[in-house]
């Protein structure tokens, strides 16, 4: 579904990525790890279109892109929950899912009754504001809004950072379910160790803007991978 190349960003002067190339499949889970700093959300957001990249290549379902802004990416099919949720506040919980509607046709402006079946306690609290909602509900209610657009790649940056363990494992449960129905690649950015290696399918572990470890889940060892996030 996705193939980047010798991808680079900058801010700036400063170079962030270094050549960055790796994969994500349909029906996988692809876990991007290591330390702080090393360049895990610079490289969700050049994939995003949210900051863009400096070189190298990105191919989405086979196409060859440009570098596009983040607009046109949505409307390509990648979705983007970023770190920190950046839910509407003042918007209901259905006003911010259905900010997710300008990037559909309009026989397509609808929310799936499959959103509030992975998501109930938003199903509940449709007419309550968005920053009324505990973190763990943003959370929820800024997956189930990248849900809307009805992505192919679907790009997770940290959904569990400062999240209560029991969202944790809802979070994990729903990730669990969009793979397995095998429409969307997805992209998983995670300190969370344990929660990360028990989802992946494949990781990419960074160290200094560099691609340190890569390869499936068989492929290598825990330890291994492990070792890679270390510091």
């Known amino acids: 579904m996705l193939k980047l190349q010798d991808l680079t960003l900058h801010y ?10 790796m994969e994500a499949a349909l029906g996988e889970i692809t876990c991007v790890m290591g330390t702080n700093g090393v360049g895990k959300t610079s490289l969700i957001k050049a994939i ?4 863009p990249r400096s070189g190298g290549e990105m191919i989405l379902d086979g196409e060859p892109l440009g570098v596009l802004p983040a607009h046109q990416l ?3 099919g990648v979705a983007y929950v970023p770190q920190g949720r950046e839910i509407f506040p003042l918007l209901t919980v259905r006003e911010n899912l259905e900010t997710g509607f300008g990037c ?9 009754d499959e959103i509030f079946e992975l998501f109930p306690v938003l199903k509940q609290m449709q007419n309550r504001r968005g920053g009324d909602l505990s973190g763990g509900q943003q959370q929820q209610l800024a997956i189930a809004r990248a849900l809307i657009t009805r992505p192919r790649l679907l790009l997770l940056d ?3 950072e400062g999240i209560q363990p ?10 669990r379910h969009l793979r397995s129905q095998g429409t969307m690649a997805i992209i998983l950015v995670e300190q969370y160790f344990e929660f990360a290696y028990d989802l992946a399918d494949r990781f990419v572990v960074l160290r200094r803007g560099e691609v340190l470890v890569a390869g499936r889940k068989g492929e290598l060892s825990k330890a291994d991978v492990l070792k890679g996030v270390s510091v």
């Open 158 to 160: 940290e959904p569990t």
């Open 12 to 21: 700036g002067h400063s170079q962030i990525l270094h050549g960055i190339s």
């Open 104 to 112: 559909l046709p309009a026989s397509d402006r609808l929310i799936p």
């Open 48 to 51: 995003s279109g949210t900051h």
């Open 166 to 175: 029991n969202i944790i494992q809802q979070i994990g449960q729903v990730i």
């Open 74 to 76: 949505a409307h390509k």
